[in-house]
């Protein structure tokens, strides 16, 4: 019998199992062939925080999550992202609750490996009740925001590793009839408010195994009078922190945060998987100062005993997070609430 048909005997006796196990070494000697793209994954939670239902394939995908955060009213959540072409994504990110909704539109695009843009703009709108001096009185305003992000890394070996700038704003006006009196005599009026600033990062790689992080910012909320005089505060953000690792095993990182409250120093040191921490926070108006001191280990799940809990090499490389979960995210930055309160200048 030919070599060739006894091969093929051979499969269809053993089965559908053994058919590809012998099928599988002949597809090894065969050239490389261009991969399928990812396949589609489908996914879903439950748990006492809410329930999660999400889709995905390699160039789009949703997600759903209802929760009830703190005992609060149900809110729900639902993202979109589309990977529209190399480095190119655009996506959607929806939250409602029974008193406000906000969609929040991002856009990615990285022009180069090693460089990223970043666009968002969001509606927030809401109808809340306002504690005015004649009672209780509810008002629906409307908030836009906007955020800018660029960030570029470079490649390892390089003094300079990583340096970010982004900018933001929200303003917030009322719906309806603009800054509309709530009493009859004219007493009560709500004041809204626009919050802008901007952030600016820089880390340095001084040799493979030590980092220093810089950063620097600048954020100001004022809400408009009656009067013509503005109620609002500045906040000055400043932070720098190093890591140093001085074997594989143990790894040293300080930092120094502060802003127009407050100031704090934190030095941690984790060798294995033991962590030693000790912090200060001292606020800037005379407050007494706050000392916390920690200790903690790490049991990894899942892993073998044999596994090694030493990093053998510091990983001083940043890369950029994924293009599709990029855009289905809702920057931190842009504010969750609506900036308005009673104006205090009115009697």
Same mark, same amino acid.
């Given at each position: 019998?030919?070599?060739?048909? /006894? @091969?093929?005997?051979?499969?269809?006796?053993?089965?559908?199992?053994?058919?590809?196990?012998?099928?599988?070494?002949?597809?090894?000697?065969?050239?490389?062939?261009? !991969?399928?793209?990812?396949?589609?994954? +489908?996914? @879903?939670?439950?748990?006492?925080?809410?329930?999660?239902?999400?889709?995905?394939?390699?160039?789009?995908?949703?997600?759903?999550?209802?929760?009830?955060?703190?005992? +609060?009213?149900?809110?729900?959540?639902? +993202?979109?992202?589309?990977?529209?072409?190399?480095?190119?994504?655009?996506?959607?990110?929806?939250?409602?609750?029974?008193?406000?909704?906000?969609?929040?539109?991002?856009?990615?695009?990285?022009?180069?490996?090693?460089?990223? !843009?970043?666009?968002?703009?969001?509606?927030?709108?809401?109808?809340?009740?306002?504690? @005015?001096?004649?009672?209780?009185?509810?008002?629906?305003?409307?908030?836009?925001?906007?955020?800018?992000?660029? /960030?570029?890394?470079?490649?390892?070996?390089?003094? !300079?590793?990583?340096?970010?700038?982004?900018?933001?704003?929200?303003?917030?006006?009322? /719906?309806?009839?603009?800054?509309?009196?709530?009493?009859?005599?004219?007493?009560?009026?709500?004041?809204?408010?626009?919050?802008?600033?901007?952030?600016?990062?820089?880390?340095?790689?001084?040799?493979?195994?030590?980092?220093?992080?810089?950063?620097?910012?600048?954020?100001?909320?004022?809400?408009?009078?009656?009067?013509?005089?503005?109620?609002?505060?500045?906040?000055?953000?400043?932070?720098?922190?190093?890591?140093?690792?001085?074997?594989?095993?143990?790894?040293?990182?300080?930092?120094?945060?502060?802003?127009?409250? +407050?100031?704090?120093?934190?030095?941690?040191?984790?060798?294995?998987?033991?962590?030693?921490?000790?912090?200060?926070?001292?606020?800037?108006?005379?407050?007494?100062?706050?000392?916390?001191?920690?200790?903690?280990?790490?049991?990894?799940?899942?892993?073998?005993?044999?596994?090694?809990?030493?990093?053998?090499?510091?990983?001083?490389?940043?890369?950029?997070?994924?293009? @599709?979960?990029?855009?289905?995210?809702?920057?931190?930055?842009?504010?969750?609430?609506?900036?308005?309160?009673?104006?205090?200048?009115?009697?």
């Amino acid at each position: 019998m030919p070599l060739p048909l /006894r @091969f093929l005997l051979l499969a269809v006796l053993l089965g559908p199992g053994h058919a590809w196990a012998v099928q599988s070494d002949i597809g090894a000697t065969l050239p490389d062939l261009p !991969l399928p793209r990812s396949s589609q994954v +489908t996914r @879903f939670d439950a748990n006492p925080g809410g329930v999660t239902l999400g889709y995905a394939d390699a160039d789009q995908g949703w997600g759903a999550l209802a929760s009830r955060p703190s005992g +609060t009213d149900t809110a729900l959540q639902l +993202t979109y992202g589309s990977v529209l072409s190399e480095g190119l994504g655009a996506g959607v990110h929806v939250q409602v609750r029974p008193r406000q909704s906000e969609v929040v539109l991002n856009g990615i695009y990285d022009p180069a490996t090693d460089l990223r !843009l970043h666009l968002a703009v969001g509606q927030l709108r809401s109808s809340n009740t306002y504690q @005015f001096v004649f009672g209780d009185y509810a008002k629906s305003v409307a908030q836009s925001s906007y955020l800018m992000d660029v /960030r570029k890394y470079w490649a390892p070996g390089s003094l !300079l590793r990583d340096f970010g700038a982004s900018a933001y704003q929200a303003g917030t006006r009322e /719906r309806g009839a603009e800054q509309t009196m709530v009493h009859p005599d004219g007493t009560g009026r709500l004041a809204t408010g626009v919050q802008q600033g901007y952030m600016l990062n820089l880390s340095l790689a001084p040799s493979p195994r030590s980092k220093l992080d810089f950063g620097r910012g600048m954020d100001s909320t004022e809400y408009a009078m009656a009067d013509g005089a503005g109620n609002g505060s500045g906040n000055a953000v400043r932070q720098a922190s190093f890591t140093q690792y001085l074997d594989d095993c143990m790894q040293v990182r300080g930092g120094y945060r502060g802003n127009a409250w +407050t100031d704090e120093v934190q030095l941690d040191m984790t060798r294995g998987s033991w962590q030693v921490g000790l912090s200060r926070q001292t606020l800037r108006d005379g407050g007494d100062s706050t000392v916390a001191v920690k200790m903690g280990y790490s049991i990894p799940l899942g892993e073998k005993h044999n596994v090694a809990k030493c990093r053998s090499t510091p990983r001083n490389t940043a890369e950029f997070s994924p293009v @599709f979960k990029a855009v289905t995210a809702r920057p931190v930055k842009l504010p969750s609430a609506p900036m308005a309160q009673v104006d205090s200048s009115i009697p």
